[in-house]
């Protein structure tokens, strides 16, 4: 089952090196590190190798390609209340920020965990691509200099999300690419765009039948390889849909997620994706499908192969990978099911906690980092029994939703106030 995670790998092979965090969740876009050595302890003060201080709350993951770590945030001078959108560039082996780039103005966040940087950047370790809440879309190179920029709610129409903007541009062979899914009368819609240049490439509608806040998503989509063509799989307004990297035509689609049509139903967490398998997290984190891939038009009849109720996520992606499921739930539980089947392999609370688990859970090492809001993580063996390994504090008034980076055997986290980056 390790075909998906060797295909992925190979779309970023002409340019991203090994070592490299290229965005999200990793060089594959899965969530899995690659290596095999990474700490499993630390505290406050023991093995942070460095910290950069933070200017404000964020949920954008760091991304790294070679010695630069690029992260998105937003800035506000002391005499001036309206935040602009920023990109620092800094050095992977000190934490110094070597540069800060402007791109546009900031529009804040309404949640207590959201802000106006949320998605995440990507890199194809020429540019890096950034998008903000404010709609504001730019291509940077690694000296920080903007080589192109525009804003997709002035062009497109502008964003009617009840909350804070969440999608993360992604990366095909050709195209960054990037999705929007919200309520009228806005349109929703993905799009790809020429890497060098911003020029449009293809646009396509994605206007479902999904009720009030159902509508809208905050998911990101997975790039992947079936059949020999690039795919698009995008989770949102109670639909799973595929689309050809090539020109955005919709390949086929999975209904029926919010059969009761719940007004409520948005979507954050995004869809796991291996090996012709599709793992899809909804409802709130109150169902879980697996779905096999293929087919053309609503195959929601015959490529369903199992739904799994209350044992899912809202917030974490899960991560799938040589036929196992791994499901972090926003409570703090944490399973193993077979792809298969669906059938719960293990499950084990993680600790009780007030707080809650925003970050997506991590592979490395043969490990999984599972991190709550808190700042502790929780690191335990995967495999076919639950095995705890430790639990890490970073001290008390820590926030954290970033999702981590772990990169030759370092991890970096992200936490409203600070980068940490943690060695052995």
């Known amino acids: 089952m390790r ?9 970023w092979s002409s340019v991203i090196a090994a070592g490299d965090w290229p965005g999200w969740r990793g060089p594959a876009g899965n969530g899995i590190a690659q290596g095999d050595s990474f700490p499993t302890q630390w505290s406050a003060t023991e093995h942070v190798k460095w910290k950069t201080p933070l200017p404000g709350s964020a949920g954008s993951t760091p991304v790294i390609t070679g010695s630069l770590i690029v992260l998105t945030c937003a800035e506000r001078d002391a005499n001036d209340q309206n935040g602009k959108n920023k990109v620092w560039g800094l050095n992977r082996e000190t ?14 966040g309404k949640h207590k965990k959201g802000s106006g940087c949320n998605p995440s950047p990507v890199t194809d370790g020429q540019h890096v691509f950034v998008y903000f809440k404010s709609g504001d ?15 997709l709610q002035k062009e497109y129409g502008e964003d009617t999300l009840w909350w804070d903007l969440g999608t993360s541009p992604v990366l095909t062979d050709k ?8 309520s009228a009368p806005s349109p929703s819609y993905i799009a790809a765009f020429d890497k060098v240049t911003g020029e449009v490439a293809w646009k396509v509608a994605r206007e479902l039948p999904a009720p009030e806040e159902a509508n809208q998503s905050y998911s990101t989509p997975v790039v992947t390889k079936f059949e020999g063509e690039e795919t698009l799989v995008v989770v949102g307004a109670d639909h799973v849909t595929a689309h050809s990297a090539a020109d955005g035509k919709e390949l086929w689609r999975v209904g029926s997620l919010n059969p009761e049509q719940n007004k409520y139903f948005r979507s954050i967490a995004s ?57 972090l739930t926003d409570k703090g539980v944490l399973a193993c099911l077979n792809a298969s089947s669906g059938d719960v392999v293990w499950e084990s609370p993680l600790e009780k906690s007030r707080h ?11 490990n999984l980092y599972a991190i ?20 890490n504090s970073l001290g008390d008034d820590v926030t954290v939703v970033a999702s981590p980076v772990f990169v ?15 060695v052995k």
Request: overall charge negative; charged content about 20%; proline content about 4%.
């Open 356 to 366: 809650a688990f925003s970050a997506s859970p991590t592979l490395a090492g043969g």
């Open 271 to 327: 869809p796991a994706v291996e090996d012709g398998m599709v793992v899809a997290p909804y409802a709130r984190g109150t169902m879980l499908y697996g779905i096999k891939m293929g087919g053309s038009g609503d195959v929601t009849k015959s490529h369903v192969l199992w739904e799994k109720k209350d044992l899912s996520s809202d917030v974490p992606t899960p991560i799938l990978v040589n036929g196992r499921v791994y499901v």
């Open 137 to 151: 879309f730019a291509a940077l190179d690694l000296k920080g200099q903007v080589l192109w920029h525009k804003n």
């Open 175 to 182: 195209h960054v690419v990037i999705t929007v899914m919200q």
């Open 372 to 391: 709550r809001e808190d700042g502790k993580t929780f690191v335990s063996k995967a495999g076919e029994t639950f095995e705890s390994v430790a639990a």
């Open 95 to 108: 934490g110094e920020v070597l540069w800060k780039t402007e791109v546009g103005n900031e529009k804040p």
């Open 3 to 11: 075909c998906h995670w060797i295909l992925g790998l190979m779309l």
């Open 408 to 422: 030759d055997g370092q991890i970096l986290i992200r936490t409203f106030d600070g980068l940490y980056c943690i």
